[in-house]
């Protein structure tokens, strides 16, 4: 493991530090080969080679074809081309589009714009657990549907969905399927060879390479419209100057995490469920957000009855450690998590959460430190709260993953 530390930082899933050994990859792309590829003189001739070594580690990565994949600004951007450049495509066949309630912001978004542009958006709950169920996917499709986009993994609650089957499916009925890969990539494998995904949403950063770098699987023979028009790069899909040493970045991220995975998801599990069981035996009125199993090893998201997750926030942060309290997107509006609302936790249940993403430089002591200091903060934000026992609030949540009730909203 390369050199790099961060202490206290449990918030992985907001941003990632970038592994040492890619940024030393990087580097000579910002200075001595400096060149644009799309030249034809020998300065275009390293960032050219060096994309497609990018390239061709991606699609180790995955299982996919080099030209398969395509680089892409981030996530948003990926996910924007998938949903817009297949519906742009394929508009004239249908306008019926299938997604789901807990979807990252990037694919949300996209698909009410959509809805504006004449489409049709269904968007199918999830159980108290955050699964989406493949036969209300199958139920769903229509003669006009176009697409369905599902996400691998929540990052925020952890859950990985069952989109093999729901690939499948839509397979059987002729329909696109679309999955936002970005919280699952380094924590369960994905392999496009066996499994029947038709775009995948890849992002760099989550696997300690580059922010503002993604990139889109488009398998062999899907056709989708460029949403990016420009100089033609990417094959025409996606116009504009290559970002190259973005790209050599994600691209050496892709190798070191090909190698290192098995043994950073082993030991991350580990500390993740010893994180899960102390916290939730070692303190009252919790209950796990998610799933036990059938969740991504990096993440343990839980609710603290009678407790406001800001306040918690803070005072975590006094004791050096940094984490969310629901997707980092929307820590800003302090609304809570509408994941945990589609999951039928209450307002003010979804408050009082704190979500914990791991990563390859957080240790055994960040656990420990974590274990040792909670109970304490939690006490005394109870002792303060308006929320305690006895007052407006329903407890029957508490200690019981398997009870939840409708949302309010
Ligand atoms: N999808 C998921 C599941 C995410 O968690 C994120 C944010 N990390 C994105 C898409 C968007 O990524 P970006 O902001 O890097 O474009």
Redesign the pocket.
């Known amino acids: 493991m390369a050199e790099m530390k961060t202490k206290g930082f449990l918030d992985y ?3 990632a530090p970038v592994d040492p050994r890619v940024v030393e990859a990087m580097l000579p792309y910002m200075t001595e080969h400096y060149g644009n590829a799309a030249t034809f003189h020998t300065a275009g001739d390293a960032p050219r080679e060096a994309i497609d070594h990018a390239r061709d580690q991606l699609a180790t990565l995955i299982g996919a074809e080099p030209f398969e994949i395509y680089f892409t ?7 924007n081309m998938a949903l817009k450049g297949a519906a742009m495509r394929l508009r004239k066949k249908g306008k019926h589009i299938i997604t789901s309630v807990i ?5 949300i978004t996209p698909s009410k714009f959509l809805e504006q542009e004449g489409f049709e958006v269904t968007r199918l709950p999830v159980d108290a657990e955050g699964f989406v169920d493949p036969a209300a996917v199958e139920e769903a499709i229509r003669d006009d549907t176009v697409l369905v986009s599902i ?1 691998m ?4 609650i952890g859950t990985i969905e069952p989109v093999g089957g729901i690939a499948e499916i839509a397979k059987r009925h002729g329909v696109l399927f679309h999955t ?4 699952a990539l380094g924590w369960i494998p994905i392999d496009v060879t066996t499994l029947q995904f038709d775009m995948v ?1 890849l ?4 696997i300690y390479g580059p ?4 990139a889109l699987f488009i398998r062999k023979g899907v056709r989708i419209e460029s949403i990016l028009h420009g100089g033609g790069q990417e094959k025409n899909m996606r116009s504009g100057t290559e970002n190259v040493p973005g790209i050599v970045g994600f691209g050496k991220a892709a190798e070191i995490l090909k190698a290192e995975m098995p043994a950073d998801v082993e030991r991350i599990r580990r500390y993740r469920d010893r994180l899960i069981d102390e916290l939730m035996t070692g303190i009252s009125d919790t209950a796990l957000n998610g799933p036990r199993e059938r969740r991504v090893p990096n993440n343990a998201n839980i609710r603290f009855a009678y407790i406001e997750g800001e306040a918690l926030l803070l005072s975590l942060d006094m004791d050096g450690i940094q984490l969310s309290s629901g ?3 929307s820590a800003k509006t302090l609304e809570p998590s509408y994941v945990q609302l589609a999951m039928g936790i209450k307002h003010e249940e979804a408050h009082g959460s704190l979500q914990f993403t791991m990563g390859r430089w957080t240790s055994e002591e960040d656990i420990d430190h974590v274990i040792e200091v909670l109970p304490g903060i939690v006490k005394k934000l109870r002792e303060m709260s308006a929320l305690r026992p006895g007052m407006e609030y329903d407890k029957s949540q508490f200690g019981k993953d398997d009870h939840h009730e409708e949302s309010d909203e």
């Open positions: 899933q907001s941003g600004s981030g996530a948003t951007e990926a996910n979807e990252h912001r990037s694919v996400m993994v929540n990052g925020e936002d890969a970005v919280a949403t992002s760099s950063n989550d922010k503002g770098m993604g997707s980092a997107c």
